[in-house]
C-alpha cells in the first residue's frame, strides 16, 4: 500500500492550495478516504472526509466552507482543495485510506 501526498507549499493567508493523493496498491475504489492534518505540539485532527463512491463527503467545522474533498476512482487520487487559508491552517497533511493506512504528509504553511 503506498499513498503519496503532494501540493503543499508555503501560501499567503487567504491563498489558496489544492493537495493531491496518489493511491496505490489497494481498491481504491473500495476505500473511504480522509485527509488528517497535525500541527506543531497537537494532536492528529480530522479535516474531510469522503466516501468510496464519492457521494458523502464531511468536514471538521474549522474547515467548512473552505475546504472540499474530492477523488477520481479511475485516477486512483483523492484531492483536497482548500481556500481562504488560515495561519491555523498550518500542518503537515495527511491522507489515510480506511482507517489503516497513512501517507508520508506534506506541509502547508500559511504565512505572510
Known amino acids: 500500500v503506498q499513498l503519496v501526498e503532494s501540493g503543499g507549499g508555503l501560501v499567503q493567508p487567504g491563498g489558496s492550495l489544492t493537495l493531491s493523493c496518489a493511491a496505490s496498491g489497494f481498491t481504491f475504489s473500495t476505500y473511504s478516504m480522509m485527509w488528517y492534518r497535525q500541527a506543531p505540539g497537537k494532536e492528529h485532527e480530522s479535516v474531510a472526509g469522503i466516501s468510496s463512491s464519492g457521494g458523502s463527503t464531511n468536514y471538521a467545522d474549522s474547515v467548512k466552507g473552505r475546504f472540499s474533498i474530492s477523488r477520481d476512482n479511475a485516477k486512483n487520487t483523492v484531492y483536497l482543495q482548500m481556500n481562504s487559508l488560515k495561519l491555523e491552517d498550518t500542518a503537515m497533511y495527511f491522507c489515510?485510506?480506511?482507517?489503516?493506512?497513512w501517507g508520508q504528509g506534506t506541509q502547508v504553511t500559511v504565512s505572510s
Open positions: 489515510v485510506a480506511g482507517t489503516n493506512y
